[in-house]
């Protein structure tokens, strides 16, 4: 597996946002017109790859001098519990401490807190809900 960066404006883009749409956005019937381009052209755009196919991404979204937030974790629905996440988690992790960032957070799904758990993350606050379903806030102090 292969991770990198992508930019917006590309076929490497045009993936992203439609494993996005597959994944995460079409099983709660959100369209894909819920994902902005143009918002996301100063984001860090992340793409995991087996054999030149898409096969997972993520967003980093700066929130301040010190915080990142993670968005739109995906992977393709065949190849999830694979570690694929797992993976993509690990590498965002080191582009925000190269970059000076100190925390990664995120909003997450309660369907998929476990998964963050595991890899470091704590839940921050109560349940709150965001395009229909419930989320938690969490984070994780970056060493």
């Given at each position: 597996m292969e991770l990198k960066?992508?930019?917006?404006?590309?076929?490497e883009y045009e993936?992203?946002?439609?494993?996005?749409?597959?994944?995460?956005l079409d099983p709660i019937?959100?369209?894909?017109?819920?994902i902005n381009p143009e918002k996301e052209r100063s984001d860090v755009l992340i793409g995991a790859y087996e054999e030149d196919n898409l096969i997972g991404c993520c967003i980093l979204t700066a929130v301040d001098e010190n915080t990142l937030q993670l968005r739109?974790?995906?992977?393709?629905?065949v190849l999830q519990q694979k570690?694929?996440?797992a993976a993509i988690l690990a590498f965002a992790e080191n582009i925000a401490k190269e970059?000076?960032?100190?925390?990664?957070?995120?909003?997450?799904?309660?369907?998929v807190i476990?998964?963050?758990?595991?890899?470091g993350y704590q839940i921050c606050g109560e349940q709150f809900f965001?395009?229909?379903?419930?989320?938690?806030?969490?984070?994780?102090?970056?060493?």
């Open positions: 960066t992508i930019t917006t404006n590309t076929p993936a992203m946002i439609a494993l996005r749409t597959k994944v995460l019937g959100i369209p894909r017109s819920y739109q974790m995906a992977v393709d629905t570690g694929i996440g970059r000076g960032y100190k925390m990664l957070m995120m909003h997450a799904r309660d369907a476990g998964f963050y758990q595991k890899c965001e395009v229909g379903i419930g989320h938690h806030k969490m984070q994780k102090q970056l060493s």
